[in-house]
């Protein structure tokens, strides 16, 4: 298969005005429907809905039409295969975008709110993302069984340098009691050491690596640094200088991450297909556009 990389929020959520009329019917009296615009698969989408997403997303009534047919069928499939989401996973959810923007939750919520947001609208939003993103990873895990043995041999033979473990590895090794004083080292490139840190050029012995850091070191590039490990009462990260004697992994060893990297390929292209078959047999029903 050839390779697609689509864009996913695009193509998951657009769907051609045509495609709605040709599956559409008229109701007889709208005055009955009180504000209903359509149904899709029995789903009602009020005109409220399309007015608000056009003044939201600044787009013409058709597109708004396009993602809330989409925006039902998401929630029909995620209905239809009983996806929850509880609120442990949505403050966990909170607390990484937290991390991410280096900020404290409660920074986040004030952001939120200072800015006109209200926060469980803000939670809400956070919980559909949390249930689309489990209804893509089922919807991938699904595609497994399309990839055969073949298609997995011939990735891992025209891959091979992504399968080697070199014997050894240069490195610089740098280590603080301080995680953040590491940061500093990583986010300027090795520029800034200070004081507290402490460097050292070394060359690691793969079989010697811990099992679950062997991907960081094999999988890095050179010139990079790895992610910082906690060691002991101690943080370390390491600058990869040179990769030696690389040796490659035998097939049976891999394959499961040789099945990975080719779904991760296909991901994109899988969930594109999947909803395009959906909206291939839904139903939408027109009552009224204005």
Request: net charge positive.
């Amino acid at each position: 298969m050839a390779k697609h990389k689509w864009n996913l929020k695009f193509l998951v959520y657009f769907v051609g005005f045509g495609f709605l009329l040709a599956h559409s019917s008229l109701f007889a009296a709208p005055s009955l429907v009180n504000g209903i615009a359509f149904f899709v698969n029995d789903y009602p989408v009020t005109l409220m809905e399309v007015y608000k997403i056009q003044q939201r997303d600044k787009v013409s009534q058709q597109i708004a039409i396009d993602l809330l047919i989409n925006d039902r069928l998401h929630k029909e499939e995620i209905d239809k295969r009983k996806i929850i989401v509880n609120e442990i996973e949505i403050q966990d959810e909170i607390a990484r975008i937290a991390k991410q923007k280096k900020a404290t939750l409660e920074q986040v919520r004030n952001y939120i709110q200072g800015n006109g947001g209200n926060w469980e609208h803000y939670k809400e939003e956070i919980k559909r993302n949390l249930q689309k993103r489990k209804l893509y990873q089922s919807i991938t895990q699904e595609g497994l069984r399309m990839v055969d043995e073949k298609e997995l041999e011939n990735y891992y033979n025209t891959h091979k340098q992504e399968f080697s473990i070199p014997q050894s590895i240069d490195v610089v090794k740098y280590f603080s009691k301080e995680a953040k004083s590491l940061e500093k080292v990583v986010q300027s490139n090795g520029k800034v050491v200070l004081p507290n840190v402490q460097k050292t050029n070394e060359v690691l012995q793969t079989m010697e690596l811990h099992p679950q850091i062997v991907s960081a070191f094999t999988q890095g590039a050179i010139g990079r640094f790895t992610p910082i490990f906690p060691v002991s009462d101690e943080f370390v990260v390491f600058l990869i200088k040179a990769k030696n004697n690389p040796a490659l992994l035998p097939y049976d060893n891999v394959r499961n991450v040789v099945l990975q990297k080719i779904m991760e390929q296909k991901e994109d292209y899988l969930i594109y297909e999947y909803f395009e078959k959906l909206r291939s047999n839904a139903k939408v029903n027109i009552v009224r556009l204005n």
